[in-house]
């Protein structure tokens, strides 16, 4: 059974601060993704990465991918308030059908 | 732009009632898929379809059916609501060819704007 973590699962921060968010799953696989959800809305694709050490920048965002450690991050740099949203990674199986979702980390930007 | 939509934001039903959640997409896709989302439990899979009138479960498909009779419409159905089936519910949808990136096919998906059923 695929198991995707995340860490944190809940993150404060200042703005003007960086920080990263980790995303570990447990089987092979080359395929991840994140998402964004503001409170009340649906998800949002923000990065697709489709093989070992792909990095991928949008905005204050960067996300990278390392397939033989199982491991993504999700880099903020300078984070702003507009930035406070859930995040979350799924990882594609090579089914090409279902993703796995990690629990999501909720961000809350402050002044 | 990809745009799937969901037949209502908010539902509120009563336990054993027969509820039916629709999702209609615009794209053109093959997969359709129904998540459940509720706190600390992330997203979990339902059921998902591949192709009209196919449909695979997910992970938690006890107590739900699906029903695909064209190719943009996936259906979602509670024969029996429980008040344990209150969630918000997203449909989202991709296509067997999203892409290929040095020879790796990928299978990004993209959410409607969630149902949030309540069963009293």
Known sequence: ?111 | DVKVTQSSRYLVKRTGEKVFLECVQDMDHENMFWYRQDPGLGLRLIYFSYDVKMKEKGDIPEGYSVSREKKERFSLILESASTNQTSMYLCASSSRYSGTSGGTNYNEQFFGPGTRLTVL
């Open chain 1, 1 to 111: 059974e695929l198991k995707v973590e995340q860490n944190p699962l809940f993150l404060s921060m200042q703005e003007g601060k960086n920080y990263t968010i980790y995303c570990n799953y447990s089987t092979t696989s080359d395929r991840l993704y994140w998402y964004r959800q503001d409170p009340g809305k649906s998800l949002e694709s923000l990065f697709v990465l489709l093989s070992n050490g792909a990095v991928k920048q949008e905005g204050r965002l960067m996300a990278s991918l390392d397939t033989k450690a199982r491991l993504s991050t999700l880099h903020i740099t300078a984070a702003v308030h507009d930035l406070s949203a859930t995040y979350f990674c799924a990882v594609d199986l090579n089914s090409g059908y279902a993703l796995n979702f990690g629990k999501g980390t909720s961000l809350l930007v402050t002044p």
